[in-house]
């Protein structure tokens, strides 16, 4: 009898000690994994370190210090960004919205404006490495290949045969003017760069999220940046508005209506302020006030899609609050183009994602922008009245539509062959290897620098992504998950077919349209891994019921 006690009892202890042995070898397993990762960090660092002060040494001694401190972050960041992928774009969505601010507190130098790319493109081709070894594809949606090849197809042989043409063959010189210093295929690889450079960042975004965890670390980590870049934007106006900046009040003439860096007031770059003449336009964090107007209006979609759709009330509350701030910023900063887009977006949203019928949620959030919105009117109805009558002004001198039909026809009839005028030619970035034309609707500068093949290839292209992106959305089950697609789905539609400006050219548009796609085409993914989750613990405690039974 006593033998068979001793028995059951060790039967009994056995499990537990073979569990405390299995949590023993894990933890002994993740310590291990820690000191590797802690030595490959520590070695990594160190040669980067070493390897940054060595070229910083050389450049101060050629250029100073403002040569140097790029040189030795540039080699850090780049020898991280390809040892830890997933961190680096991480980084690389941080930097955008305020890499204005930092390329003027570091030094004005057009290499800083590429400043992000030391995020990005290593990042991408470590990324691209492992996805390599585990035979997973970049290219995300699948669907999207043919035209994509397609359209790079006709970029190479444009580069190619446009281009190389510039570059080998030049203009012969007139009597009196000489022939300008270019270099066509620098402008061309920059050109295509910031053409479909970005396009990878579907697929990096789609491989990096990897559960629900990831996706929300990741779109509340956008509501912060939003909310910290707006909150900067106000400041910058209040500093402008109180005398601590003088903006352009003191200029003289057409200075008074143009963006200069002398003008810099704090955050950002260019800035006007001739409050005699109703004339401000802000920079925000942005290197020029344009781009602080195409942030507010892309952060309208993620304010939105968040303050909607995150499982957190403190964090829906914090999207909409984002929401809040990105009104006042439209209303303050003097842009037009915000002023008018960021309610049409926000209405859009409503419309298209179906939280219209969401009265309960709707009804608060739609009073308490009203109240934000109706204190801000009252206690500065002046900037109101004036940034109206800017808008109603604009429009009546040049209406939108006249604009890009000009546009469209003048390009039109100065192509110079089918494939364009070459890859770089319309791209602002580009202008330092050589003539650049200022088009400033987006579209005619396709057809521009890739002749009438180019546009196609590339509505091709954003027609498939948008139709891929909303058959994905519409197939997400959780009620949260799919009204945040449905926003990101909107935006990708509403990006896709603009052609006003060229938001798709430059930050932060560039970026954020290829990284809300990549969060759209998740979701689905992330939505089967939850209910395979919920099955599991429903499964679990249905066992556990049976016992107790």
Partial sequence: MAKSKSKSQKSAKTPKTEKSTLDLKERLIQKRKAAQAKKELTSILSTAVGGGLFLGLILFLVGGIKAAVPGVLAVIILSLSYKYPNYALIAFIIYVPIGGTITYYIGNSPILQLAKDAFYIPALIGLWQNLKKRRLPLIIPKGITTPLFILLGICILTLLFVNGSQQFNPTPASPFKPVPKEFPLGMGILGLKVFLGYVPLIGCFYHIIRNKTDFLRITRLQIVMIIICCILGIIQYALLLVGICEGTKDAEGAALFKATLEARCYFGGSLVYSPSQGMIRLPGTFVAPWQWAWFLISSTFFSFATGFSDPSLLWRIAGLSSMAVVFINAVVSGQRIALALVPTCFILCLLLTGQLANLKRFIPVFGGLVMILGIAIASNPTVIQERTESFVSRWEASPPYEFITSQFEEVWKNLDGPLGNGLGRATNSARAFGNTKLLETYYPKVMHEVGLFGVLGFLALVTTLTIICFRTYRSI???????????????????????????????????????????????PEIDRLERLQEEQVERVQGQKSKQKK
Avoid: C, E, H, Q
Avoid at 480 to 504: E, K
């Fill in 477 to 523: 089950k959780n009620r949260n998950f799919r009204s945040y697609g449905a926003a990101m789905w909107v935006f990708i539609l509403f990006i896709s077919y603009n052609t006003y400006y060229y938001p798709l050219d430059v930050d932060p548009v560039a970026v954020y349209y290829w990284f809300a796609a990549g969060i759209l085409l998740k979701l």
